[in-house]
């Protein structure tokens, strides 16, 4: 006979909540804004916000706005040149490459040829992430983003920081029958069948 779960047991939605709510009251200068208190799937309303179709991995609209706030290099004139170039970078065939360069680019910046003030080309790194001062950065914390392409995914909490989806958990509960191992299969699962979505990310979560 299976062993009652107490009542006590949180389900993993309501633990996802827990997170998300964790998450917008920390305190300090780099506050996160969080999607999905008020609804199952807070990752749509980002999505209607930015206009993300459910085959992109990156939120670019609100990318855009942030390379253009934290590189002095990036303006209106050249931004969308930047980002076609941006998203080449997500042509990788495999997983471990594509992380693989996604995190160069993060580290080191993007390579790009800004026209100066004398009218003159020169390469220049383009930060994707500000590290020297952190709260000019997006920080946003959205429950079920949905990816689709070929096959469709949706980890229950996705941070991403200038519109970056840099980690993903994936969240069981006791509740369910389930626990952290299930987890860790279902994100072995998203990363075989939509390797694209996981090559920005620095960390998985399985709890």
């Known amino acids: 006979m299976a062993e009652e779960v107490p009542k006590s047991v949180p389900t993993e939605s309501g633990i996802e909540q827990s997170i998300l709510r964790w998450l917008r009251d920390l305190p300090g200068t780099h506050q996160w804004t969080v999607h999905g208190l008020e609804s199952g799937e807070g990752a749509a309303a980002l999505d209607r916000k930015y206009g993300r179709g459910k085959g992109e991995v990156v939120y670019w609209d609100l990318l855009r706005e942030k390379l253009i706030e934290i590189n002095e290099p990036v303006n209106e004139g050249n931004v969308d040149r930047l980002l076609n170039s941006l998203r080449r970078d997500f042509d990788e065939a495999e997983l471990m490459a594509g992380n693989r360069h996604l995190q160069t680019l993060l580290r080191r910046g993007k390579k790009f040829n800004a026209k100066h003030g004398n009218g003159t080309k020169k390469p220049v790194y383009v930060r994707l992430i500000d590290f020297d001062r952190p709260s000019r950065n ?61 090559f920005p990310t620095l960390l998985n979560v399985a709890a």
Not at 187 to 196: S, T
């Open 138 to 198: 997006s920080f946003v914390a959205v429950n079920q983003m949905r990816f689709v392409r070929g096959a469709s995914v949706r980890p229950d909490v996705t941070l991403l920081v200038n519109g970056l989806p840099l980690v993903h958990m994936e969240i069981k509960s006791l509740a369910q029958d389930n626990d952290w191992t299930d987890a860790t299969n279902d994100l072995r699962d998203y990363e075989e069948a939509v390797p694209r979505l996981f």
